[in-house]
């Protein structure tokens, strides 16, 4: 069965710049500044998953694209051409994508959770799953803060 996960970044720094682009691979680092496993469900994606782009641009957040697992996480010592706030790690988690198919109009996040609200809410409750997009605040949900990858079965 295939696994859809849910990549929330931003385009600020590139996405890493030349071979780290948005659609070519995910990355992170390895471990936090002070070496806790805080992005270890980088080890989590296999070959043949779906990877839906979640990206921050200036007008908002938007569903930029899909693409498709190439193969598992990889830990590199080089740090992507453009890191941004993720510069000065020791070693960077780097998954690969391939057939990446950009959204044309790129739908916002708005948009989607306003048209999908109650399958949101049924997919969070009653399980909660660890890795889901998604938090509840009271009769609420808002995307996870703080996440670079995550995982739901709604796409």
């Not at 995910?26 to 070959?47: H, K």
């Not at 930029?64 to 988690?93: C, E, L």
Request: hydrophobic content about 35%.
């Amino acid at each position: 069965m295939t696994t859809f996960w849910v990549e929330i970044s931003a385009l600020d720094h590139g996405h890493g710049g030349p071979g780290w682009e948005l659609g070519r691979c995910l990355w992170s680092p390895a471990t936090d500044r002070v070496g806790n496993d805080r992005y270890r469900i980088m080890r989590e994606p296999a070959a043949g998953d779906t990877v839906c782009h979640l990206i921050r641009r200036n007008d908002g957040r938007v569903l930029a694209g899909k693409s498709i697992v190439a193969g598992a996480a990889a830990i590199r010592n080089d740090a992507p051409p453009t890191p941004g706030v993720w510069a000065n790690f020791q070693g960077y988690y780097r998954i690969p994508l391939t057939d990446f198919v950009p959204f044309d109009p790129a739908p916002s996040i708005d948009s989607i959770e306003a048209s999908n609200a109650d399958e949101i809410r049924a997919d969070i409750f009653p399980l909660r799953p660890e890795h889901h997009p998604y938090v509840t605040y009271g009769p609420g949900f808002a995307l996870r803060r703080e996440c670079t990858l995550a995982s739901s079965p709604i796409v």
